[in-house]
Structure formats: structure tokens, C-alpha cells
């Protein structure tokens, strides 16, 4: 079954940083491109990070230059670390592939106190 467990979500203030960890199942991960998302309370998911498989990365204009999206294809897993995290950057984060997404996480929730 595909599953997607994301973590390394937290309490933090303005400035500090997280790193967000996903484990993938194989059928997922494999060589997709797979991303981060977030959704903030009455806001719609959007994506903020994504990678391919050969690693090439992109990012919303909103967290460029502060979040670095990586992977490690050995263990199914992506990461994103988060730097100058700002108020609102606090969302629940999801991982999932980009394009055709499967069955979403519980997703981790990451709150940026002032």
C-alpha cells in the first residue's frame, strides 16, 4: 500500500529553522518527482518545493533562497530544510509526488511563533 509519513514538525520562532523529514513507499517514490506542500488554515495546498529524481529543484518565489528541498533515493525519503522561517510559513506540511498524486499523509504541522 502507498503511504507517505512526514516529520520534524514543531514550534519554532521567527528566524529559526526545521528540517522535515518523508518516508515513501517504493511505488511512490521511485523515479518521481516528488515535492512538498503546505495548507494553512482556510487556504488551499500549495506546493513549495519540489525535486526530481535526477535532482533538479524548484521553488515558490515565497520560501526561495530559505527552504532546500533534497532526497535520498536509497531510502525513499525527502527532506526539507527550513531556515528564516517566518510567521507565515506556519502550515501543515505534506509530501507527495508532483503531477499525479497519491493517498496524502497526516502531514506534520509547523507553527513560526513571533
Known amino acids: 500500500q502507498a503511504q507517505l509519513v512526514e516529520s520534524g514538525g514543531g514550534l519554532v520562532q521567527a528566524g529559526g529553522s526545521l528540517r522535515l523529514s518523508c518516508a515513501a513507499s517504493?511505488?511512490?517514490?521511485?523515479?518521481?518527482?516528488m515535492g512538498w506542500y503546505r495548507q494553512a488554515p482556510g487556504k488551499q495546498r500549495d506546493l513549495v518545493a519540489r525535486?526530481?529524481?535526477?535532482?533538479?529543484?524548484d521553488y515558490a518565489d515565497s520560501v526561495k533562497g530559505r527552504f532546500t528541498i533534497s532526497r535520498d533515493n536509497l531510502k525513499n525519503t525527502v527532506y526539507l530544510q527550513m531556515n528564516s522561517l517566518k510567521t507565515e510559513d506556519t502550515a501543515v506540511y505534506y509530501c507527495?509526488?508532483?503531477?499525479?498524486?497519491?493517498?496524502w499523509g497526516q502531514g506534520t504541522q509547523v507553527t513560526v511563533s513571533s
Open positions: 507527495n509526488r508532483v503531477g499525479i498524486v497519491t493517498s
Open positions: 517504493g511505488s511512490i517514490f521511485s523515479a518521481n518527482t
Open positions: 525535486i526530481t529524481a535526477s535532482g533538479f529543484t
